[in-house]
């Protein structure tokens, strides 16, 4: 496994995107916060189409988000300035948990897994890890 890494200052939504390799289709986004400001939030709580609450407030939201391609432009849109993006050449297993994975061989377990980048945006700074 070889992994080059190189940082971008990419001025808008759509220079990120630009970045984005669109060749992989699977994206998973661990610990997405979809609304990073500590507030309360109207909402509605669905699973497997069925809702569950209905008319509640939530803060501080954070769950793991497995996407197509296509859909992450619509994540970048949402202006998330502190985001890790895991993009995958193949669909991401259940059992697979990056925060469950050993430190010292969470790289090895996401390649053979088929791991092609990290996208680490924090702020103004976007870094680009390839792994091949």
Do not use: A
């Not at 070889?2 to 661990?30: A, F, G, R």
């Not at 432009?73 to 994975?101: G, M, P, Y």
């Not at 088929?114 to 680490?120: A, D, E, Q, T, V």
């Amino acid at each position: 496994m070889k992994i080059s890494e190189n940082t971008h200052q990419p001025n808008s939504n759509d220079e990120i995107w630009e970045l984005i390799d669109k060749e992989y289709q699977w994206v998973l986004i661990p610990n997405f916060n979809p609304h990073e400001v500590v507030e309360w939030v109207s909402g509605t709580v669905t699973i497997d189409n069925s809702e569950i609450v209905t008319n509640h407030k939530v803060r501080m939201i954070s769950f793991d988000i497995l996407l197509e391609i296509n859909d992450l432009k619509k994540v970048i849109n949402l202006n998330t300035r502190n985001i890790s993006i895991f993009q995958f050449d193949r669909e991401v297993s259940d059992t697979l948990v990056i925060d469950h994975l050993p430190d010292s061989r969470i790289n090895e377990i996401l390649f053979e897994n088929g791991l092609k980048y990290i996208y680490n945006i924090h702020y103004e700074f976007m870094t680009i890890q390839k792994f091949e």
